[in-house]
Every structure is written in structure tokens, then in C-alpha cells.
């Protein structure tokens, strides 16, 4: 799964508020709905859907 930031972004609180957007998948070419959500200060969840097929990521923080 690949992002695209399309617009600027402000931070996100830990916790159950997410923000919801477009993704976008190069090696598809399709764009698809996208939710992230912040765990932890490390740690943000990323669910991706086409249709009624999603796939869930937890992306550790790079350093």
C-alpha cells in the first residue's frame, strides 16, 4: 500500500479519530478509499478498500 498526500495534512490525535481520503495504488492504478488512524506516537494504522475488499497495515515510525 502507497499514499499519496493530494492536500495538506494536520496532525492526528492518538486515538479513534482518523481521516479519511483517496489512495493511490502505482502498481494498479487504481485509486481506492483510505482511513488513517494514529495508535501511538510510533505507530499509524492504515486501511485501504476497493469496493467491498479492504486491507488493514500498522506502519511503524521510521527513523
Known amino acids: 500500500m502507497r499514499f499519496r ?4 495534512h494536520q496532525p492526528l490525535p492518538v486515538g479513534k479519530a ?6 493511490y495504488s502505482p502498481p494498479d492504478g487504481r485509486y481506492f478509499t483510505a482511513k488513517v488512524r494514529k495508535l501511538s506516537a510510533d505507530r499509524l494504522e492504515v486501511k485501504g478498500c476497493v ?12 527513523n
Open 5 to 8: 498526500l493530494l492536500r495538506p
Open 18 to 23: 482518523c481521516r479519511r481520503g483517496k489512495g
Open 51 to 62: 469496493a467491498v475488499f479492504c486491507k488493514t497495515q500498522v506502519w511503524p515510525r521510521y
